[in-house]
Structures are given as structure tokens and as C-alpha cells.
């Protein structure tokens, strides 16, 4: 019986000393530096996935085609520097105004309740 308690107690001691033991140890200290990695990597690509989203607004905003105008509107929807000519508001109006509009630009003009509310 003695010999299973302290059994017993060196396996409760090596389970409490064990996450301090990884913290200090050089695999948990490179873990944490590659999640720093992955987060800036994953910062950097929304950056670029932002500023493909602006150049390709900037690019479809000039048709006169109802469906082209509305993808433009919805890809301007989570942008913040647009200018007023290519916001929502403008573009999916544009696209009702199209004469190859149909139900899809109608539901999509149902979201912009207030265009001064910008939300």
C-alpha cells in the first residue's frame, strides 16, 4: 500500500510540473513563434484578398449589364474606401436600372433599405 501512494503522489507531482515544463521548452517555444507566422501570414492574404476585391469592383462597375453591376455591388458590401460612385447603394441601383434586370437584383435591392443608413 505504501509503495502505491507514493506512486500515487510522484504521478500527481509529474502531472502538475508538466505544463510547466512545456512552456520553457524550445518545440512549445517554436509552436508559438509559427502560430505568429500563420496569424501574419493569414493578415497578409486578407490584405490581398481585400485589395483584389477593390480591383475588381473598380473593373466590373463600368458595365451596364445587370448581373456584373450586382456582383460589383455585392463584393463592396464588407469594403471600406470605395469611392461613391462604386458603393452599394449606387451600383445595385445602376443594376434595377439595367434592362436585363430580373428578380436576383430585386432581392439584392431589398438589402439596401436606407442608402444613407450605410449599413
Known amino acids: 500500500m505504501r509503495g502505491s501512494r507514493i506512486l500515487a503522489l510522484g504521478l500527481a507531482c509529474s502531472l502538475a510540473a508538466t505544463p510547466l515544463l512545456v512552456a520553457g ?3 512549445h517555444k517554436a509552436t508559438h ?4 507566422k500563420a496569424e501574419a501570414r493569414a493578415a497578409a492574404r486578407n490584405k490581398a484578398l481585400l485589395a483584389f476585391q477593390h480591383d475588381l ?13 450586382l456582383g460589383a ?10 469611392p461613391e460612385v ?11 436600372q439595367a434592362p436585363d434586370a430580373g428578380p436576383a437584383i430585386r432581392w439584392a435591392q431589398l438589402s439596401d433599405c436606407d442608402a444613407k443608413a450605410d449599413a
Open 25 to 27: 521548452s524550445p518545440a
Open 33 to 36: 513563434a509559427s502560430a505568429k
Open 73 to 82: 455591388a455585392l463584393l463592396t458590401r464588407p469594403l471600406t474606401d470605395q
Open 57 to 69: 469592383v473598380s473593373v466590373i462597375a463600368p458595365r451596364v449589364d445587370a448581373l456584373p453591376l
Open 86 to 96: 462604386d458603393s452599394f447603394h449606387v451600383l445595385i441601383h445602376r443594376a434595377a
